[in-house]
Structure formats: C-alpha cells, structure tokens
C-alpha cells in the first residue's frame, strides 16, 4: 500500500482509496478506515458543503426502519469512537435517551449521529463535487472542480438517484416534484389538492405529514398507489434472517434468475411501511373520519397505476388505470409529489471506466463477493461500489442493516488482512448450498 498522505489542499495526493461520496455507506467505511489510517491512507469526498441524510425528506416526524445498534460501526466495532451510544454519551443524552424507552429512532436523530461522525473524521472532505475519474497505467485521477487526487483504489457511494415516471416527466416543476425535494421546497398546501403517488415508506411518511398540516391544511389529499393495498414492512424475526451476513455470502452464489426471485418474494423486506406507521396513520383516520365526522378531504387509493398526465387550466389532469377493473379515470390536483422511489444509475464520474467494465446479459455491472467491479483492472486497482442495488448482494444492500459488515469486507479487502474480525455467524436457519451447480442442472437435465 502507498504510505499515508497528508491533507494540503492543492497538490495532487495519491492515495491508497479514495471514497466518492460521503452517504451513510461510505461514512462507515470512512470511519472503520480511521482505526487502520496508518497502513490504509484514505479520502472521502462529498459534494455538499457539509454532511446531510437525504434532506428533502428528513421530515420532523418520520422514523427509522432499522435498529440504531446497525449503526456505522457496531456490528464490527463496538468500541468504535463512532458508534451511535459514544454519540448518545458524548451528547450527554444517555440516560434521558434510555428513559424514552425507544427502540426506533427519530430520522432526525439518527442523521444528527451521521452527522457528528463525519464532521470529526480526519479523512472526511466536504465541498468536493467529483466531476470526472481516469484510469492511468496504475491508478485513478480524480478531479473535483478545483483538485486532483490520485489513488489506487476507488470506493463508490454515490446513492441513488430520484425515479420519476416516464408518463409525468415532462411537467415536473415546482408543483410537481419527487418527493426527494420536500423538505428543502416546504411547499404552501394550504387549500390545494394534493396527489400523493406512491404506496411505500416515502408515500405513507408524506401523507402522514400532509395529513397532519406540517404544510397547511391541503383542501384534499389522494394518496395513490398501484400497490394492491397499503402494505406492511415485513419485520418478522424469520425475515430479518436476509439481513445476516451469512444469507448475503449464500445468495451471491446463486445464480441470476434465482436471485431475481428471492428478492422479488422479499420486496416487502425492504419496501413496505413500518407498523407503526401504518397504526398513526390508520388512528388519525379513524378519529377524522368516525369520531370527528368530518367531511371527507382525503382518499386513498390502491390498485391505481398514473398512465399519463397533463396540465390544464394550471391544474394536473392525471390518468390512472384500476390494476384488476382496468378502469380509467382522472383525478385533478394542484401539487403532485412522487414518491416513486430511487433508481441505481452509475453515476457519471465513471463514464470514462464504462466501455472496461463486465456487464451481464442485461447490461447490469457484475460484483465480485467482495463488492469490486469486475473491470479491466480489477485485482490491482480495485473499484468498489456499495448500493448498486440487488442484482449481486440481494435485499439487504440498499439498506443499513449490514453497512457495517459489508464496510468491513472491504477494509479487509484493501488492506489484505483482517483489520476486522468477520465470524461467521451459526444462525437459526440452515439455507443449504445455494450455489448453482451448473454440472449438475446439466446431467439432471439430460438424464431426464
Ligand atoms: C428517506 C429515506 C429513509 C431511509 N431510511 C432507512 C432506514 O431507516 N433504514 C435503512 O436500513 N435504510 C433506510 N434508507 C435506505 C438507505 O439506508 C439510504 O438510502 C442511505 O442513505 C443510502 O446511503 P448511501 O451512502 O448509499 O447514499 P446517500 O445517502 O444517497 O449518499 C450519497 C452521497 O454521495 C454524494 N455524491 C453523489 N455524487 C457525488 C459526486 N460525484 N461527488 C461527490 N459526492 C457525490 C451525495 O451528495 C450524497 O451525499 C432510507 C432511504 C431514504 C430515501
């Protein structure tokens, strides 16, 4: 490994990895990396000015879907200065934290704890858009608006970027927005029609918030999703198994059809609404409904699927189809927020390093276990990419639940020994082998 760099803005520094990005998932590796700075020389670069968690939706109200002990660290550290109880203690909030008897945390907590890490890790930069990435011979340049940094290996956390729907793209505007932007726009829904489309975490989170006038009181909300109901975040015991780390190294055996199968019975893992939620919600109805007899100004509507839109009179006409009737009809609204969820695109720093890379038959980049593109250089100049959605890793990559573990393996990886212990976990569930044995689907095959 290239010998630690220190942090004089101008030069060109090579460094042993540079991280691009500085979301949760690289903020972990960024701080697992702190304990190993003497071997591993390391820079994480982000384009905002200072650390924030998805800001647009970090609503006053909304809550975790996960524990905060998976926090950056603990699950591989626990005595990490960077885990979520020293942040709780040096905050001196712990025993006031402990009576509040929580076991899910406010977002707003949680990204106050992200924030509190990276602002005091040394190898942390902020203001540093990453514009473009060459590969040279042996190693990487990396060039922001006013540096360039040299590295050997990269490690890409750039999140994932906002979907909105083919059929409303072209009115986007400040009245028709992905829900990504809410918080930062504040809208004034005081008297409008709100369309909320979009059934998942985001949608319910939304409507809860409308609903509870955090932006006015809307004349109406209609909450719609294609979705066959508004469905609940499977939480139980059995299916938090999929977020071990012995299921991630079982399922990456397996091959491409059978992956895109499990994660399809799982979707409701990872893109349903916590119970919670769903009761706060379920109670205000109630009481607006049958205790408060208002009138009604809100509607929600599963198995409606937008089609099309168009603007008319400066209200969205918007054309949904009933998924089992097939019927059509239109809603007026005044606000539409999307909470169409997220794509994985590669972002385009890497546009240069794409015509090298392995795809699959579906254009889709290929990971190794230990979460390297496999490209031309891979081995001795290693791309790392974390949250490149399922195709390789399964359910639990998009989520924080194994960011720990996975920010481990890849220390580990880059510094060619065990900075980290990774043991291997004797869970309840015994999946088997479930590596495709091509040989034998063969010989079955043709035995038949
Ligand atoms: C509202 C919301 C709530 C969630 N809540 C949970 C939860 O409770 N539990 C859970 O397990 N999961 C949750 N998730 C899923 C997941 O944990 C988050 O999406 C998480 O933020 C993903 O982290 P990330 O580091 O991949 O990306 P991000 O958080 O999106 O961070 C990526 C960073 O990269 C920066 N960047 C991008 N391009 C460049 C560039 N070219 N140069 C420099 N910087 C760049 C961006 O500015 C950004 O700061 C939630 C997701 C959302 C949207």
């Not at 190898?123 to 608006?145: L, M, P």
């Not at 895109?260 to 109630?286: F, P």
């Not at 190794?368 to 290693?382: A, E, I, T």
Request: net charge negative; glycine share 6%; hydrophobic share 35%.
């Amino acid at each position: 490994m290239t010998s630690p760099t220190n942090h004089s803005a101008n030069d060109s520094q090579r460094l042993d990895c540079i991280g691009i990005g500085l979301g949760p998932f690289n903020l972990s590796i960024a701080a697992l990396a702190d304990k190993v700075k003497t071997e591993l020389s390391t820079r994480f670069l982000e384009r905002k000015a200072y650390f924030s968690w998805h800001p647009g939706l970090l609503l006053s109200d909304a809550k975790m879907q996960t524990s905060f002990l998976k926090d950056l660290v603990t699950a591989v550290d626990p005595t990490s200065p960077y885990s979520f109880l020293n942040y709780l203690v040096t905050q001196r909030k712990f025993y006031p934290f402990c009576a509040s008897g929580q076991s899910v945390i406010s977002r707003l907590e949680f990204s106050d704890y992200l924030a509190w890490t990276a602002h005091q890790l040394p190898n942390a930069q902020f203001d540093c858009d990453v514009q473009n990435i060459e590969f040279h011979d042996d190693h990487f340049s990396v060039t922001t608006e006013n540096e360039t940094f040299t590295s050997q290996h990269l490690v890409i956390g750039t999140g994932m970027q906002p979907h909105v729907p083919d059929c409303i793209q072209g009115l986007v505007s400040d009245t028709c927005f992905h829900a990504s932007e809410l918080a930062l726009r504040a809208p004034d829904l005081t008297g409008k029609r709100v369309a909320i489309i979009g059934g998942g975490q985001t949608g319910a989170d939304i409507f809860q918030h409308s609903f509870d006038q955090h932006f006015g009181k809307p004349a109406h909300i209609e909450w719609i999703t294609r979705r066959a109901n508004i469905e609940q975040l499977d939480e139980g015991c059995f299916t938090d198994q999929y977020f071990m780390p012995d299921y991630v190294d079982q399922f990456y055996q397996l091959d491409s059809a059978n992956k895109q199968k499990e994660v399809s019975h799982q979707k409701l893992a990872s893109d349903g609404v916590t119970s919670d939620c769903l009761q706060n919600i379920y109670r205000s109805l109630y009481h607006d409904k049958y205790v408060l007899r208002n009138p009604s100004w809100w509607k929600i509507s599963p198995h409606q699927t937008l089609i099309s839109s168009r603007k008319q009179n400066g209200q969205y006409q918007l054309d949904i189809e009933h998924g089992l009737s097939k019927q059509r009809q239109t809603i007026t609204a005044d606000v539409v927020i999307l909470c169409t969820g997220f794509n994985h695109d590669l972002p385009k720093c890497l546009e240069s390093i794409k015509p090298q890379m392995h795809t699959d038959e579906h254009d889709r980049m290929a990971l190794s276990s230990d979460y390297c593109l496999q490209w031309k250089g891979m081995g001795k100049n290693n791309i790392y990419i974390v949250n490149s959605g399922t195709d390789n890793h399964g359910i639990a990559e998009p989520q924080l639940s194994l960011a720990a573990w996975r920010a481990a393996k890849i220390i580990n990886h880059l510094a060619q020994h065990k900075v980290y212990e990774l043991s291997d976990n004797d869970n309840i569930i015994d999946w088997g082998d479930l590596s495709f044995k091509h040989e034998k689907h063969l010989a079955a095959v043709s035995s038949l």
